[in-house]
């Protein structure tokens, strides 16, 4: 193996534990030159990442020196290429990546070469956590049987997991029923400090390297809280992240958020994201990097750190990062890492000149907020976004001003009148799936406005009941509701459950609460889903489970749950209550999101708050009501009992704590964890090196992204003849394009999996069917609110088909179109057609086209329906990158130039001019126009392929054969 490079001069030792190991030293940068030691922390490790990856292929010199360059205030142009140390993954957006590594698998298998020369080169870890839904709660054996529905639900997809573990040396599942992703990363997987290079000839051949990552789910950001780079990306970065392949982002600027001052008591480190959260929505990071400092960020300690840093995405950072000090070894330390891995971590961030906690004047930041940390209040966020915090005394007044505000200024539009409506329910059990009997499942009765609220990677609308849940006999409610009552009650979501200071509040509050005689209303739902084992060995240890229980905090499960909309179907008796009135329901959870229809289909007003908050506001049953004046309830010798009364001391919470972090407790629990799942282990799985496809699966499929795959790429060639598939407006989401939730029995997707024997009742998601190319492509731009401007803006996946008519030059008839008026079809019906002819297709596009959750499926399933080109006014960034990634041409119009002045109503046909002769990064091209009428126009657009690599990936039809052929030919 050859040496590694050493630019500049970096490549130096430092010694840990009477070792010597070899690192890439930023001192010897800034001796250099380069003035490293002011740039945020966060930035200098993205650096390291440049320094030692640059072979002048991936990482060029350049790149070194401009980011070592970084300046707090300058114009943001450049893209940094960083390959990053690991991936982790959710089970939703995991399954469709190894399909695609088992494709490129095959597809080496079927060119005579050994399967195991696709392997992905960095670690990659794959957390089962999105699948479990609360179908039972409030009983003790909750747990076991959400835990069996889960693994009858999802077993296909499980059996395809087990084969990618045996398959692979570098991916890594962990099972259900263990935690959660970021948790389970923060407790286990996170090693701070990584090495490399047993294979180099050298004495001296360990490299050591901070651990950085990206992850395909946005809250990756909870490592930031362990001072470790990493953020959530799309699908396609994330392959690519995997294949070794550099993960770009344009250069960030850097906002600074000074810490001081410490929490008063009573307050929680709940209480602070939310203001933070609050706090940075308004100084609009976006794109930024957000990097925490000062002596109160020195004293949080990692699990409140990782809290803040966990809703990032939704202060809209990239990053809520915290540099590394001596709280991040005690973390280590505390959960389990050996003390020789521990030595070996602070040694490493001394040598680099990056331990301990920044003061001010320190590093130069694009930008300083200040926050002093006694300032903070107990908060509650909501009714629909996470960022409209409320504090605690003000809850019922708001509530109130939201019942009464219009829906458009994010209120729910009700009138003073209706406050008093009181509605009974009551019922002996009796269960049916479909609820409102209209024979469409209760999900897709209300399907979510995405052009608002689109839902996330992570929010999939399983919230309805499915023949599963038949063998859960709800029980007897009996009870009233009115606007306002509490119907879910949620302890969940990794921005909590990773907390033990929050966790032990929520069991200390609830012992207090059941010694007064206090009892949780019938009609709420209370569910408890840690994001680790651990967390039920310290409540068990504690003592304090059994108090949860009794207010009907059970166990549910260890996974995402009611954070992401798994909250599973309420009472039918409580649905038809709710939706028969129109009442304005809540549900009080300790989750980071809280759009509308995100935690469950008929509950509006959704408050985020910390766990012990959430047992209080089930104890009440409503949230229209000021806790700190008014009784959450009667105690049982007849008293009014305030929350005052009920919270915990924080001199109580810190003596439960010491028996929160244990290392013995995680080593024990994160031990062969899989031996630990017997379910799991009863999972048959085919073995072998490349998958054998099922043609029968209805959850997994070979793509066709290899289809006639060549070990040459061949030259960039023309697109000429394009019909339009679409023409839409402004802020189309990629969950318009690609929809994660429910699927309509009516459309395309519906119909193929009916036609293949699945019932309506197991249609599943289109998320957790993301491993079938069919159900996907036929859900491309299937979302029921896109609006295709080619039909007057009418709503659904719908297009105009036009038969084969020419190319926009003429050559074949041009302007035949003028002659028909195009038949209606849904788009995937449309493209099929498109596709029998031999047309290219073209989406035209408004302003920030892709905008959303980045989701790979929206760029795949493009691809797949044949677009070959995607003109719009503006692109979200990763949107735009993952088009290229998969073979698609993103183009801009000049500023100034819509689908509307150019007066496209979907007759034209399109030719791409420029495309052969050496095409360069944004250079600008010709779109000719051809109308129905004959006339035609050209029009200047701007190439939206940013950089010379994503040239080559275009050339190579994107970067899954891009990467293959790069290994067939290396092999
Ligand atoms: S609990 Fe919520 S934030 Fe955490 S991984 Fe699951 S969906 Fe994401």
Request: net charge neutral; proline share 6%; charged share 20%.
């Amino acid at each position: 193996m050859s040496n590694p490079p050493n630019p500049f001069g970096t490549l130096q030792t430092f010694a840990s534990d009477g070792a010597t190991h070899r690192f890439y030293s930023l001192p010897a940068l800034e001796q250099a030159g380069f003035p490293v030691q002011r740039l945020p922390v966060s930035i200098r490790l993205v650096l390291e990442s440049l320094l030692r990856n640059c072979d002048g292929r991936r990482v060029a010199e350049p790149a070194v020196r401009a980011l070592a360059s970084w300046r707090p205030d300058t114009p943001r142009t450049e893209e940094i290429p960083f390959v990053v140390a690991r991936i982790v993954l959710q089970d939703f957006t995991g399954v469709p990546l190894l399909v695609d590594l088992a494709a490129m698998r095959s597809v080496v298998q079927r060119l005579g070469k050994d399967a195991k020369l696709i392997e992905p080169l960095v670690p990659v870890d794959l957390v089962v956590d999105h699948s479990v839904q609360v179908d039972v709660s409030g009983t003790p054996d909750a747990f076991a049987r959400n835990l069996e529905i889960e693994f009858r639900r999802n077993r296909e997809r499980y059996q395809f997991l087990k084969w990618g573990m045996q398959a692979f040396d570098t991916f890594k599942v962990v099972p259900p029923g263990i935690g959660i992703v970021h948790q389970v990363n923060l407790e286990y997987l996170a090693q701070g400090v990584l090495s490399t290079g047993s294979q180099i000839s050298n004495l001296k051949s360990e490299i050591c390297y901070p651990d950085t990552l990206v992850g395909t789910d946005s809250h990756t950001t909870m490592i930031n809280g362990l001072g470790i780079v990493g953020w959530g990306v799309g699908g396609i970065e994330a392959e690519a992240g995997m294949l070794g392949q550099p993960v770009y982002f344009l250069t960030p600027d850097v906002v600074g958020v000074h810490l001081t001052g410490a929490l008063c008591e009573g307050v929680t480190a709940t209480d602070l994201a939310l203001t933070v959260t609050q706090m940075l929505r308004r100084a609009k990071v976006v794109g930024k990097f957000v990097e925490y400092f000062g002596p109160g960020a020195a004293a949080l300690p990692v699990v409140d750190r990782a809290t803040i840093a966990n809703m990032a995405p939704e202060y809209g950072a990239t990053m809520g990062f915290f540099p590394i000090d001596a709280e991040c070894v005690a973390y280590l330390r505390a959960t389990g890492r050996t003390a020789e891995h521990c030595a070996l971590y602070e040694a490493y961030y001394r040598a680099q000149n990056l331990w301990g906690m920044p003061e001010k004047g320190q590093i130069d930041y694009s930008q300083e907020l200040e926050l002093d940390l006694g300032s903070v209040v107990p908060s509650v966020a909501g009714p629909k976004r996470p960022q409209d915090r409320i504090e605690l005394p003000n809850l019922r007044r708001d509530f109130f001003r939201a019942f009464q505000r219009s829906v458009t200024e994010n209120g729910f539009g009700k009138s003073r009148a209706e406050l008093g409506k009181v509605v009974p329910v009551s019922s002996n059990g009796a269960y049916h799936p479909g609820g409102g009997g209209s024979g469409e499942p209760v999900s897709q009765q209300g399907a979510v406005a995405a052009g608002t609220n689109p839902i996330t990677e992570r929010e999939m609308v399983l919230n309805r009941p499915s023949p599963d849940s038949v063998a859960a006999p709800a029980p007897q409610v009996k009870g009233k509701i009115r606007h306002g009552s509490v119907l879910i009650a949620a302890i969940t979501s990794c921005t909590n459950t990773s907390n033990p200071s929050v966790m032990l509040a929520a069991g200390l509050l609830a012992k207090k609460a059941v010694e007064r005689g206090l009892k949780v209303n019938p009609v709420v739902k209370a569910s408890l889903a840690p994001g680790s084992r651990v967390v039920t060995d310290y409540l068990k240890k504690t003592g304090l489970q059994k108090y949860l229980n009794k207010l009907r905090f059970n166990l549910v499960g260890y996974g995402c749950t009611t954070c992401i909309g798994n909250s599973g179907p309420l009472h039918p008796a409580i649905e038809e209550a709710v939706t028969k009135n129109d009442l304005i329901t809540a549900a009080v959870l300790s989750g980071n999101r809280n759009f509308e229809a995100r935690i469950h289909q008929n509950i509006k007003a959704n408050f985020l708050m910390s766990p012990p908050l959430v047992v209080a506001f089930a104890l009440a049953g409503r949230v229209d009501i000021d806790l700190s004046c008014e009784p959450l309830g009667t105690a049982k010798d007849g008293t009014p009992v305030f929350l005052a009364d009920l919270w915990p001391t924080r001199e109580e919470v810190r003596t439960a704590m010491e028996s929160a972090l244990k290392p013995e407790t995680f080593r024990k629990l994160y031990a062969n964890f899989a031996a630990q799942n017997p379910k799991w282990n009863e999972i048959p799985s085919s073995v072998g090196n490349s998958y054998e496809w099922d043609r029968q699966s209805t959850y997994i499929q070979e793509p066709p992204f290899f289809e006639d795959f060549s070990l040459e790429a061949g030259p960039i060639a023309g697109i000429t003849g394009a019909r339009a598939l679409g023409i839409f407006g402004d802020s189309v989401t990629t969950d318009h394009i690609s929809p994660a939730g429910s699927i309509k029995q009516s459309s395309p997707a519906g119909k193929y999996l009916l036609e293949n024997g699945v019932s309506w009742a197991d249609f599943n998601s289109y998320g957790s069917r993301r491993g079938n190319d069919r159900v996907m492509t036929r859900g491309t731009f299937a979302n029921v609110r896109i609006k295709n401007l080619m039909l007057d803006g009418e709503e659904g996946g719908l297009t105009l088909y036009f038969p084969r008519s020419g190319t926009a030059s003429g050559s074949v008839g041009a302007g035949s179109g003028a002659a028909t008026a195009g038949e209606k079809l849904a788009i995937f019906d449309a493209a099929m057609r498109y596709k029998a002819d031999g047309t290219p297709l073209i989406v035209i596009a408004g302003q920030e086209y892709g905008t959303g959750s980045s989701r790979d499926w929206a760029a795949k399933g493009t691809r797949l329906l044949g677009v070959k080109v995607v003109v719009a006014q503006s692109f979200e960034r990763i949107h735009r990158s993952n088009l290229v990634g998969m073979g698609v041409l993103p183009l801009q119009f000049v500023e100034g130039t819509t689908a509307r002045t150019l007066q496209l109503d979907g007759r034209e046909t399109y030719d791409v001019l420029g495309l052969d002769a050496g095409l360069k990064p944004q250079q600008n091209l010709m779109l000719r126009i051809a109308r129905g009428s004959g006339e035609v126009l050209d029009v200047t657009v701007r190439c939206r392929i940013d950089t010379p690599i994503e040239i080559e990936y275009y050339q190579h039809g994107g970067i899954l054969p891009y990467v293959l052929r790069q290994i067939v030919a290396r092999s």
